[in-house]
């Protein structure tokens, strides 16, 4: 619920919010939440960066935006690591063709690439549902696309911030970067499957290698907007979590006794 998430906001550090007046009608307020920790080398972060600004410009993106029942959607964007950085975000577009999407990708571009210490997707998502909260567009659909090539491991707990977005009428879906997994954080995939996306038809997309970054980005950027299913595996969420959604800060040694003592059990 809207009081939950705005409580969960402050723990997280972002201001609560209050929600904006609707306007225009659009078929999805889609924010990016784009990750850009340290565990990623300068060279993948660009690839990634560019994965995103080439799918907003593409084609199937483009006929799949206009083919929805308005016709029309908002867009924002941002990227994160251990905190958001905000002189990264780009506030919300509208787009309705190919020239709105060609200058939300150039404002995009347009950002310098560098990478931050370490992943907080519970404030990414806490970030991402304070954007959609003050959004001026009447959304028939409200989703935070959060990409990632690793764990929460710093900031609150990922799970009651996902609960409590996904409370809220908000879907979160999940590209998970598994380039180089990490064998003692477990299957990403499964971890982002169990305790990061959420709310109704929400999905996980894969990336195993660089050069299948573009594809997937444009694959999920069109899925989000069309609601269509990919011939591609998709791993979606779990009733039942089989997953530690703290295994990222239990990798943190004495991360627990220092900032959640209750949940040291």
């Known amino acids: 619920m809207f009081t939950t998430l705005a409580m969960l906001l402050s723990l997280s550090g972002a201001?609560?919010?209050?929600p904006a007046a609707s306007s225009t009608q659009v078929d999805v307020a889609l924010v990016l939440a784009v990750d850009m920790s340290g565990s990623m080398d300068i060279e993948e972060a660009r690839v990634q960066r560019l994965g995103y600004v080439d799918a907003l410009r593409h084609a199937e993106?483009?006929?799949?935006v206009t083919a929805g029942l308005n016709g029309r959607i908002a867009m924002s964007y941002f990227e994160w690591a251990g905190s958001v950085n905000e002189t990264s975000l780009v506030e919300w577009h509208l787009i309705d063709d190919a020239g709105d999407a060609a200058a939300f990708a150039e404002?995009?571009?347009a950002r310098p690439v560098y990478t931050r210490r370490g992943t907080s997707?519970?404030?990414?998502?806490?970030?991402?549902s304070k954007?959609?909260?003050?959004?001026?567009?009447d959304a028939t659909r409200r989703v935070i696309d959060v990409s990632g090539d690793g764990p929460n491991n710093i900031g609150p707990p990922v799970d009651p911030i996902r609960d409590s977005a996904v409370d809220d009428g908000i879907i979160i879906n999940g590209l998970a970067i598994v380039i180089r997994p990490s064998a003692s954080a477990g299957s990403l995939d499964r971890y982002?499957?169990?305790c990061v996306i959420g709310g109704p038809g929400s999905f996980v997309l894969p990336v195993r290698r660089s050069e299948d970054f573009a594809a997937a980005i444009r694959q999920k950027l069109v899925m989000e907007v069309s609601r269509k299913r990919?011939?591609?595996?998709?791993i979606t969420v779990q009733t039942a979590?089989?997953?530690d959604c703290l295994i990222g800060e239990k990798l943190r040694p004495g991360f627990l006794d220092r900032v959640y003592p209750e949940l040291d059990r």
């Open 15 to 18: 201001a609560a919010v209050t």
């Open 61 to 64: 993106f483009i006929n799949a």
């Open 107 to 109: 404002r995009i571009a």
């Open 121 to 128: 997707i519970s404030n990414a998502i806490a970030f991402a």
């Open 131 to 137: 954007l959609i909260a003050t959004n001026p567009y």
């Open 192 to 194: 982002y499957a169990d």
């Open 230 to 234: 990919p011939a591609r595996q998709v």
């Open 241 to 243: 979590p089989r997953t």
